[in-house]
């Protein structure tokens, strides 16, 4: 089954205990994404990768670290978390930025910082 | 992106079609209408998406004005399980590929 796996589903954890949300693909999509949700402000774009090595600033990309190795993978790095960053997380992944295709999106990370 | 512009709630009969609308009227000749839902709390769903042709696929059918500053998203039978809410959203060429969710339409499927 064509889908982005993300794990986990939900994390608790500590201020400035550093942390990796995994993202995996298996449509070897071009294009992925990292978004986080919170209440009143929908989703909003953290990073993005257009393809291995490629990566660039979404619209918050502050306080994140994202990695493209390899096409399949694209990882969420949280170096020094901080309550702020608890959210809800989506990865997203597309053929490609010029395709029309929808985006395809996990079933989310549900993080908390205390 | 075009902004777009939906109704915050909508009520439907299960069983019934459900008929969504969306406003774009600054959409550029080039920029297609896209159509996502997200069922509580899990990642958004793709639905459809259109140019200026209508569209039909196992989901739903896209209905895009002759102008293109309008779109409906329609669900022929609306079940239970279609109880979301859904975005219209018009991606511009800049924007990289990062999707601006607005608000979205509330839709309540009531048996």
């Known amino acids: 089954e064509a889908q982005v796996t993300q794990n986990p589903r939900y994390l608790i954890t500590v201020t400035g205990k550093k942390l990796t949300v995994t993202c995996s693909q298996n449509?070897?999509?071009?294009?992925m994404s990292w978004y986080r949700q919170d209440p009143g402000l929908g989703l909003r774009q953290i990073y993005y990768s257009m393809n291995v090595e490629v990566t660039d600033k979404g619209d918050v990309p502050e306080g994140y670290k994202v990695s493209r190795k390899e096409k399949r993978n694209f990882p969420l790095i949280l170096e020094s978390p901080s309550p702020n960053q608890t959210s809800l997380y989506f990865c997203?992944?597309?053929?490609?930025?010029?395709?029309?295709?929808?985006?395809?999106f996990g079933s989310g990370t549900r993080l908390t910082v205390v | 992106d075009a902004k777009t512009t939906q109704p915050p709630s909508m009520d439907c009969a299960e069983g019934r079609a459900a008929n969504l609308p969306c406003n774009h009227s600054t959409i550029s000749g080039n920029e297609y209408v896209y159509w996502y839902r997200q069922i509580h709390s899990q990642g958004p769903q793709y639905i459809i998406h259109?140019?200026?042709n209508n569209e039909t696929n196992e989901m739903a059918s896209l209905i895009i004005t002759e102008d293109r500053k309008s779109s409906t998203l329609i669900l022929p039978h609306a079940t239970l399980r279609d109880t979301a809410v859904y975005y219209c959203i018009v991606p511009s060429g800049g924007s990289q590929g990062n999707l601006i969710f607005g608000k979205g339409t509330k839709l309540s499927v009531k048996p």
């Open positions: 449509m070897n999509h071009e294009y």
């Open positions: 997203a992944s597309r053929v490609s930025l010029a395709s029309r295709g929808g985006y395809t």
């Open positions: 259109g140019l200026k």
